[in-house]
């Protein structure tokens, strides 16, 4: 089962790893020419370059007003030492340098160029415009870039999205490869369990039978297995009935013949011996000898109706198949016999469907007969006989219940099979005359549970079918399910 199991495995590993690792390796693909496209190094020359045109442009700045101050071309701003107090910070910090002279970027957004002089009295400005180049929005804009371009110098995005991607795609495989596992061992179990089923029942152990939980096509195998297993099983049992019958069938045809030879000559010549010599007998041996002769004929005329008995289990009487109302047979059994033990309280639960069967008229009486003859006299005097009847699932149903002290576990085991009783009216065949002919009747005969606190017989047979469906069957027309 193993192998079963591999395969599914294996279909599932092809038809989903392998779309899985070209979808990896499209996706990788995909992921580093977009990568590619969004690159840094472009932001890094652009940053270079303006950093370059804005020293430039600062510097020509610079020599432009150092040329003008020589000139006399500029008015310098003053600040006099006196006034020291109220200077600007970067007046102050340029005097506290003792530098001779301080180039800055000054003005809104750095759109001004400040020239610093230092002068005994104080300190000279001299302010020139850029032309509306802002110096402190490009050396934010350069230190932003340059910021961004060390930020993705230090994070490798390329290795770190296949990463990721490779990881996703292996976990989402391991949980795939998890849940199919789970659904394989669940599909497999079932196969393994019918299989290990079917071995116990080539082996012999016919009683082997199988739990199904599931409504789906394994639950219906495995449901379909037990039928099969019971059918067998039955089927196997009246195969070892039948043989046993047919052991007990060549016996009795043997024995009544060979009984039959012996028995009638001896009643014959007893009774001729009684006529002949009875006369001749004094008055005081008489009674004794026509008591004696009496027993003698007895007894071989009840030897007589044993072999009768054994002649009717081996005769293969020709089967006549009518179609019968149950309930009428049953009913009409039931008012035969009746009279015959008044002292038995009759109790019938009949079908109000009125379940018919196509069988034979005297092997169905034989059985019914039988049955409620045996239940009668297990019941006794004020006992109770429940007699039911019942269709369902194509199958024709015949119960009697007796109120009698029921069966020992011995008695169940060897209910069917032919065995010398020595009751007073009893010959130990009845109920493997019964049963034959239930089978004869293409039914069964099985001991129940009783409803009541004796034994109980379950007498099963085919449902007759329907005139439409007998029509089906016969000539093979097609009907839809509601003409039937």
Known sequence: MRRLRN?????????????LTVTLWVTASLLERSLSLASTREIEDLSQALEKVGREYYQQGKEALRADVE???QQPARFFLDRRQSWPREILEF?????????LAGGPSGSELHYFLRREDGVWRYVRRLGGLEMGKISALVGKSRARVELSRSRDLRRGFLFALLLVA??????????MVLFAYRIAKPVQQLTDALRQVAAGQRQVRLASAS???LGEALLAFNHMAEQLENSEQRLILLTRLSSWQAVGRKMAHEMKNSLTPIRLTV????????????????AEFDQAAQIIVDEVMRLERRVRAFSELAAEPPVHQSLLDLNQVVEERVSFLRAAHPEVIYRLQLSPERPRVQADQDLIRVVLTNLLENAAEAAGAGGVVLILTEQSGGR???????SGPGLSRHARETLFQPTISFKKSGMGLGLSIAHKSALLSGGDLAFIDSQLSGAAFRFTLPAALSPVETQVATQGI???PSEL
């Open 95 to 103: 005097w506290e340098s003792g530098e001779s002279e301080r180039f």
């Open 215 to 217: 409504r789906d096509e």
């Open 478 to 480: 097609k009907c839809a």
């Open 71 to 73: 000139a006399g071309k």
């Open 396 to 402: 024709v149903a015949f119960e009697v219940h007796d």
């Open 271 to 286: 009774e001729e011996m009684v006529s002949r010599y009875g006369e001749r007998l004094a008055a005081e041996h008489r």
């Open 7 to 19: 395969r599914l495995l294996a279909a599932f590993l092809v038809t989903t790893l392998a779309p």
């Open 170 to 179: 292996v976990a989402a495989a391991v949980v795939a490869v998890a849940i």
